[in-house]
Nanobody, 120 residues
Framework: QVQLVESGGGLVQAGGSLRLSCAASGSIFSVDAMGWYRQAPGKQRELVARITSADSTTYADSVKGRFTISRDNAKNTVSLEMKSLKPEDTAVYYC??????????????WGQGTQVTVSS
């Protein structure tokens, strides 16, 4: 059973910083792309940042230059460093990963979500 467990959300003032972390655990053969999505109230879930196993990164235009995604392949973890936070960054942030529990096929997994609230 594979699980993604997030940590690091919270309440911060505009202009502040937060760091989110996500750890994949369980029966894991390998991990492909990992990423962060967010969903604000009344809005669709959207991609924030994504990183491949080769460390190629993709960012949403709204977070470029403010957020940095990184991963530790040895620990199967992914982190999101968020700086210069804005009230519009307020959302539930979800960790996402493509994981091979065995060598036979890959599955897409989601974490339970962590709340980030940015006050103005």
């Amino acid at each position: 059973q594979v699980q993604l467990v997030e940590s690091g959300g919270g309440l911060v003032q505009a202009g502040g910083s937060l760091r989110l972390s996500c750890a994949a655990s369980g029966s894991i053969f390998s991990v492909d792309a990992m990423g962060w999505y967010r969903q604000a109230p009344g809005k669709q879930r959207e991609l924030v940042a994504r990183i491949t196993s080769a460390d190629s990164t993709t960012y949403a235009d709204s977070v470029k230059g403010r957020f940095t995604i990184s991963r530790d392949n040895a620990k199967n973890t992914v982190s999101l460093e968020m700086k210069s936070l804005k009230p519009e960054d307020t959302a539930v942030y979800y960790c996402n990963a493509d994981i091979w529990p065995t060598m036979w096929r890959t599955y897409n997994y989601w974490g339970q979500g962590t709340q980030v609230t940015v006050s103005s």
